[in-house]
């Protein structure tokens, strides 16, 4: 008789347990997913050999490019549309820019206009 009654009472104690452990997991896992998120990415560019390496580029929105001057030559990275610019960078010199919102961004060097680049924002 002993064997039937500890029987019967395990059976809604294991349930109140996984009842418990699907809450927690329910209240925990929005947390965790928050946390994991990723902050907007970083990509780096050069200017190397009077070019902009790469030349053309798809990121989502959000992401900042970081452009690096590796020439000896002074360059700069100017939007055809003047959405934005940089100073003239001289060698090992940076000049970050973040795309918040989506669409087709042509550049150029104002020092040497035949340097040009794209960069594409679009979710991804």
């Known amino acids: 008789m002993s064997y039937a009654f500890s029987r019967a009472t395990t059976h809604p104690l294991r349930a109140r347990a996984a009842l418990a452990l699907v809450l927690c997991a329910a209240f925990v896992m929005p947390a965790i997913f928050a946390v994991a998120a990723s902050p907007a990415s970083v990509v780096d560019l050069d200017i190397t050999k009077f070019a902009f390496a790469p030349k053309e580029i798809t990121i989502a929105p959000g992401t900042k490019i970081i452009w690096s001057n590796r020439d ?3 360059h700069t990275v100017t939007s055809n549309d003047k959405s934005f610019a940089s100073k003239g960078l001289d060698t090992d010199d ?4 973040t795309f918040a919102s989506e669409g087709d961004f042509t550049y150029y060097c104002t020092l040497h206009p035949f340097m040009t680049g794209v960069v594409h924002v679009h979710k991804q």
Not at 94 to 97: D, W
């Open 94 to 97: 940076k000049f970050e820019q």
């Open 72 to 74: 000896e030559t002074p």
